[in-house]
């Protein structure tokens, strides 16, 4: 069976992997990873495939409509996500014009959190996959082909031959990482890397996971809770380290992004990975996704391995909104955490949410100054996102705290972000002015441009970086936001 995986047309470099899908002015975008995963699977299980990265590469609806005309796929599998579900189910709608035999089915961590009601958005759409889906897109596709009983595909929601949609019994989630082919491979065959970057990292850059999951329990956190679990699944550290080797000298690259939920929630494992890169004595830079309370056993041998950078969501500075959102986290380990990376030489790039339960204009003060104070190399602050199937949503939503209920508003005109959160006390509009000025106040400091400066002296290689995100920075200042929207233009958002 041919199997086409695409990440439809949207708006230019709208990036539906990260966490908060939406164009970023920084020009960070993602790799379509799970996309990748799920057709290295289904190739290792005899189909053809092909993957299609519409929006990183600029590409407008007449490239998919030529690949269904001209290769034929039986089977379609769309990415999708909240701002763009009513776009990408009008993009299968078109493509099931030029082949009405074409099976069309969502995935991603919208359609999962509510797979009922995006069904009922246009009958064109044959079916939605919930959850991780590269088993299911295999023996979906095998189904078909043998022209079997779709109703025993786990994780598949479909609409049956009376109209009515059904809902299979849910997939357990695949334990055994090591079933999937290297993604690399699909990278490799389908896409243009260059094309992918983060703005916090050196370019050009691959994104690599070495687990799935998350141990803990944030109340906005979308893909924990509506995609990968919590239960953390572990990747072989040989097979980590082999992909890694593979990759390193199949492409050019400056860089690899380790993009777990948080690469360092089992310490054990993080040091019998970097025990491994170091058994090998292989040379490379890495940046990874963590949380801000590893140890500086953790720490020193992450930068031994190569460790350059962690993306960390510090998130506010005070206990009491910590608490609140489950973030399991003590402002003490904060601080001390960010003395053992500088110690160590490892930079960190800070994330902070506005707009979390509990916030007012002085505990929003308070994470400024902490900020300010924790002293990180970068820093991002933003109205926190809300997501369908999060504890966070359907607290606000009860509350009547959403200004919005229509997904097409989750973003602007422009397809960048924007805050449809609003307190009775903290309107959206001045939590998004609140997020600008916090940017200004951190990046304008005298000390923190010196100690920059002098950084990227000793680090000539950080130069391009440096410049790229002081263009970045200024970008902000200089965008008008739309006349009557509470818009927040961010860099990044993905911690």
Same mark, same amino acid.
């Given at each position: ?45 005899? &189909? /053809? ?13 007449? %490239?998919?409509?030529? %690949?269904?005309?001209? #290769?034929?796929?039986? +089977?379609? %599998? ?31 961590? &919208? ?22 889906? /590269?088993?299911?897109?295999?023996? +979906? ?11 025993? %595909? ?16 849910? $997939? /357990? ?26 703005? &916090? ?16 329990? *944030? ?10 679990? &919590? ?48 058994? $090998? ?15 500086? /056993? ?9 460790? $350059?950078?962690? *993306? ?97 508003? #989750? ?42 400066? #002098? #950084? ?40």
């Amino acid at each position: 069976m041919r199997i086409l995986f695409l990440n439809p047309p949207f708006f230019k470099n709208y990036c539906r992997p990260q966490r908060s899908p939406g164009v970023n002015p920084g020009g960070t975008q993602y790799y379509p990873l799970y996309l990748c995963y799920a057709a290295g699977y289904a190739e290792k299980n005899g &189909h /053809e495939v092909k993957v299609l990265d519409c929006p990183a590469r600029h590409q407008e609806i007449d %490239v998919p409509l030529k %690949v269904v005309q001209e #290769w034929k796929p039986d +089977l379609l %599998v769309v990415e999708s996500s909240t701002p763009s579900v009513y776009n990408d189910i009008d993009v299968v709608r078109r493509l099931k014009a030029v082949k009405p035999d074409l099976y069309s089915v969502l995935v991603g961590t &919208h359609v999962t959190a509510v797979p009922e009601e995006t069904m009922n958005i246009d009958n064109t759409l044959d079916g939605i996959l919930r959850f991780e889906y /590269e088993l299911t897109v295999a023996e +979906l596709a095998q189904v078909l082909e043998d022209k079997g009983d779709i109703s025993t %595909v786990k994780g598949l929601t479909y609409r049956n031959s009376e109209g009515k949609i059904m809902h299979n019994e849910d $997939r /357990e989630l695949e334990t055994n990482l090591e079933k999937f082919p290297f993604v690399s491979y699909q990278y490799k065959k389908h896409l243009v890397h260059s094309d992918y970057r983060y703005a &916090h990292s050196r370019h050009p850059i691959l994104t690599l996971i070495t687990t799935r999951g998350c141990p803990f329990q *944030c109340i906005q956190c979308v893909y924990p809770q509506t995609f990968a679990g &919590h239960k953390v699944r572990l990747r072989d550290p040989e097979a980590i380290v082999d992909e890694i080797i593979w990759a390193w000298n199949n492409f050019f690259l400056r860089d690899i992004m380790f993009e777990d939920d948080t690469f360092i929630a089992l310490k054990s494992h993080t040091i019998k990975i970097c025990e491994e890169i170091l058994r $090998r004595n292989f040379k490379f830079s890495f940046s990874a996704n963590a949380r801000a309370d590893a140890d500086e /056993e953790t720490i020193s041998i992450l930068k031994k391995a190569g460790c $350059r950078l962690l *993306c960390v969501g510090f998130e506010s500075g005070n206990q009491d909104i910590l608490d609140r959102m489950k973030k399991s986290l003590k402002l003490e380990k904060a601080y001390k955490f960010v003395q053992y990376t500088k110690k160590h030489g490892i930079l960190v790039r800070g994330c902070y949410m506005i707009g979390l339960p509990g916030e007012t204009r002085e505990t929003m003060k308070e994470t400024l100054d902490f900020a300010i104070k924790l002293n990180t190399d970068t820093a991002q602050f933003f109205p926190v996102m809300l997501y369908p199937g999060t504890e966070f949503y359907e607290w606000a939503r009860k509350e009547g705290y959403l200004k919005t209920h229509d997904y097409r508003d #989750w973003i602007d005109r422009e397809g960048y972000y924007r805050t449809h959160l609003s307190y009775p006390d903290l309107p959206n509009e001045e939590m998004v002015s609140f997020c600008h000025s916090a940017r200004k106040a951190f990046y304008l400091r005298p000390e923190y441009i010196a100690h920059q400066i #002098w #950084w990227t002296i000793k680090h000539p290689g950080e130069l391009t970086r440096n410049m790229d995100y002081a263009k970045i920075f200024f970008k902000f200042f200089k965008r008008s936001k739309p006349k009557g929207k509470a818009t927040d233009v961010l860099e990044e958002k993905k911690c």
